[in-house]
């Protein structure tokens, strides 16, 4: 199971999977291609590459909740 975690970037909320040896985000949920993840080092750019912004905290929250081991607010 992939850990998981939400950044507020420029006012928004983003969910999003995270590898913290290797740096690097991944898209999860809607955000992942037909085929696979998007990937991206652990920067907020990354983030916004990999994830679409939430419309709220909670809900950013519960999507990362539902996709993996939820870690928290980074």
């Not at 006012?11 to 992942?32: E, F, H, L, P």
Request: charged residues 25%.
């Amino acid at each position: 199971m992939m850990n998981t975690y939400i950044s507020k970037i420029d006012g928004k909320y983003y969910a999003y999977a995270g590898d913290v040896i290797n740096n690097q985000v991944a898209s999860i949920g809607t955000d992942n291609p037909k085929d696979g993840q998007w990937c991206a080092k652990w920067t907020d750019a990354g983030i916004k590459y990999v994830a679409t912004g939430s419309p709220s905290r909670d809900a950013a929250r519960k999507k990362a909740q539902r996709h993996g081991h939820y870690v928290g607010e980074v």
